[in-house]
């Protein structure tokens, strides 16, 4: 198969990505671009949701997109993601409800909490399960990551339970 050279912008960054046809952009973000924090192999089939990244503001599995398909295109990892309110919200909802164990899922999960609270701020409970069940996490058991969606939520609503929140939990 022949390569072919195209540019896509990664996290606010011009990149030119040699690729064939055969490339997925796991491959490109992790093996070309060094993005071996946020961007897992877990299971390179499009099954656990480690490799999650977003797409143009929309939430795509890597492993799974090829990278041709893309040029020309945003795509935003984990690290790319500015310390805005919103992430900062996220990850320390995460942090407050121990939603984060091995840490191996994390990264796919925030951004799937993101997309999730970007479309819809106020999900309910069986809408945070839908939206997450393409994300798999061994050590949690989900209580922890789908309450922290819900502080999430309040926090950047600036309801009742955000101020709960923002006084922080012990033990």
Not at 11 to 38: A, H, K, P
Not at 60 to 82: D, F, H, I, N, Q
Not at 92 to 105: E, H, K, L, R, V
């Amino acid at each position: 198969m022949t390569a072919k050279i195209l540019s896509l912008n990664v996290n606010g960054r011009d990149e030119t990505i040699l690729c064939d046809g055969l490339t997925t952009l796991q491959e490109v973000l992790r093996d070309q671009l060094g993005l071996l924090t946020s961007v897992k192999d877990g299971c390179t089939q499009g099954g656990c949701g480690s490799c999650s990244v977003l797409v143009d503001g929309e939430l795509w599995l890597s492993c799974l997109a090829p990278v041709a398909a893309l040029a020309g295109r945003a795509v935003m990892t984990l690290e790319g993601l500015k310390q805005s309110a919103g992430i900062a919200a996220i990850q320390q909802s995460f942090i407050d409800n121990s939603a984060a164990q091995c840490g191996f899922c994390t990264p796919g999960m925030i951004l799937t909490v993101k997309a999730l609270l970007d479309a819809n701020p106020e999900p309910s409970h069986d809408e945070i399960l839908e939206a997450l069940s393409g994300n798999l996490c061994r050590c949690t058991g989900y209580l922890p990551i789908v309450e922290a969606v819900k502080d999430a939520a309040a926090r950047l609503s600036g309801g009742a339970d955000a101020a709960r929140a923002s006084e922080g939990r012990e033990g």
